[in-house]
Nanobody, 124 residues
Framework: VQLQASGGGLVQAGGSLRLSCAAS????????IGWFRQAPGKEREFVGG????????SYADSVKGRFSISRDNTGNTVYLQMNSLKSEDTAVYYC??????????????????WGQGTLVTVSS
């Protein structure tokens, strides 16, 4: 099983980026995908997640209304659309997969698979 996160980069405050998480190696249609981030000197935090079977999403309060998660038709690529970016959104962003979920999972320790991170830098 592999998860590949991509799409990070440098963006000005107020701008947008779309991150992608491509999953391979198994069928993910009944799994959950979570997005997490870790800023320098800080702990990893939950950003948002989606339960692929029903499309239910959940977001951290800090990104609610600015970030959104979607998936492609295969369910094997999940996107994190980030709008109105702020300097405090600067972090390495990771995607993770949890097998057999019916609702998004916020606890990173419960995820089964992790991808490598992609760096998002928001300049003020």
């Amino acid at each position: 099983v592999q998860l590949q996160a991509s799409g990070g980069g440098l963006v000005q405050a107020g701008g947008s980026l779309r991150l992608s998480c491509a999953a391979s190696g198994r069928t993910f249609s009944n799994d959950g995908i979570g997005w997490f981030r870790q800023a320098p000197g800080k702990e990893r935090e939950f950003v948002g997640g989606i339960a692929l079977s029903g499309g239910t999403t959940s977001y951290a309060d800090s990104v609610k209304g600015r970030f959104s998660i979607s998936r492609d038709n295969t369910g094997n690529t999940v996107y994190l659309q980030m709008n109105s970016l702020k300097s405090e959104d600067t972090a390495v962003y990771y995607c993770a997969a949890k097998r057999w979920v019916s609702a998004p999972i916020r606890e990173g320790s419960r995820y089964d698979y992790w991808g490598q991170g992609t760096l998002v830098t928001v300049s003020s």
